[in-house]
């Protein structure tokens, strides 16, 4: 396997998100500036000014045309991807965690997260077609979990938005009026605060990582558990192969306790995980602190991965990874 390390960021990173030709990676960090990148040999093609606060999630529209990021300044932006403009500021009461965009991008949720006796929130906006147009006032406002969300997604036809965060607990709402329809079992879900949450590439079902040190795979329209993935670290970050029933997991120990981890311990790797039978299959070390963010490229030939030392790695597979059999 061949990996690109790529620095661009001064801080840890937080999240990666590839557009959908999966020719441009976008990273966002604790450094206040959202990059791109080519995907294939790691170049940085540009970077996205205007936020004060780390910067948490982004999302790209379907035709790479619009990027969205949340951040810890209070504002989710819209910035135009080719040249880096931006285009509007969504304002809020408080940090904004998760941005996601719906299918056909005409509509976004962005979490909320509790700040000064403001509680949690889950917000939907419209995204007008024209900037010109655009205004920041929220379709939707869903209130009720306790703590951090800290992702929330559209469902299957922007029908419904799914949630999770610090209660541990998966939501799924009704998109139109938002109300609740159903929620995760406690003796099944996770027990500790979930930090991530992933879609399969048809949407059928998402995966969740957890600081219970464990991963679960969720079936999106009836919340049944399908699968448990246990490791022995927290889980920072999880995605799913678009093309083999593969899984991996990111973390390692909170920040605060890194310094007393030799980092040849190897402990910070990206692991591999079989979906289907549950169990570990091989690894991927090369970050110096725990990892925050995995990505899939759409293709499946590649993932990259984002760590608390700053870096992004790009790991193109070789064609034996395509061969592996348990």
């Known amino acids: 396997m061949r990996p690109i390390l790529m620095k661009g960021h001064e801080r840890p990173l937080t999240f990666l998100k590839y557009n959908r030709d999966g020719d441009l990676l976008f990273s966002c960090a604790k450094d206040h500036t959202p990059t791109v990148w080519f995907a294939d040999n790691g170049e940085r093609l540009g970077t996205y000014r205007g936020h004060n606060g780390a910067v948490w ?3 790209v529209s379907r035709d790479s045309m619009l990027l969205i990021t949340g951040s810890a300044d209070q504002s989710a932006k819209l910035w135009n991807v080719q040249t880096g403009q931006q285009l509007f500021t969504f304002n809020f009461d408080s940090p904004a965690r998760s941005v996601d965009f719906s299918v056909g991008d005409k509509l976004a949720v962005i979490t909320t997260d509790p700040f000064m006796g403001h509680t949690s929130a889950i917000q939907v906006k419209t995204i007008a077609q024209d900037p010109e147009d655009q205004i920041g006032d929220s379709d939707l406002v869903i209130k009720g979990p306790q703590g951090r969300i800290n992702r929330a997604v559209w469902g299957p036809l922007n029908h419904t938005i799914i949630s999770a ?17 159903i929620e995760s079992e406690k003796e099944v879900g996770h027990k500790k605060p979930i930090t991530s949450l992933s879609k399969s590439a048809d949407g059928s079902h998402f995966i969740t990582g957890s600081l219970d040190k464990s991963a679960k795979l969720w079936d999106t329209r009836t919340l049944t558990l399908i699968k448990t993935y246990v490791t022995e670290r927290p889980v920072n970050a999880v995605t799913m192969s678009p093309l083999l029933d593969h899984v991996v997991l990111g973390g390692g120990q909170d920040a605060s306790a890194v310094t007393t981890t030799d980092h040849r311990a190897g402990k910070f790797e990206a692991k591999f995980f079989d979906k289907i039978l549950q169990e570990e299959i091989g690894g991927v070390k090369g970050h110096f602190g725990p990892i925050n963010a995995l990505a899939f490229n759409p293709d499946g030939k590649s993932f990259s991965s984002g760590g608390e030392d700053g870096y992004v790695r790009i790991h193109h597979f070789d064609p034996d990874y395509f061969n592996i059999k348990i």
């Not at 610090?166 to 609740?180: A, F, I, N, Y």
């Open 57 to 59: 999630s982004c999302d």
């Open 165 to 181: 965060g610090e209660d541990t607990v998966v939501r799924v709402w009704d998109s139109e009026t938002g109300k609740l329809l």
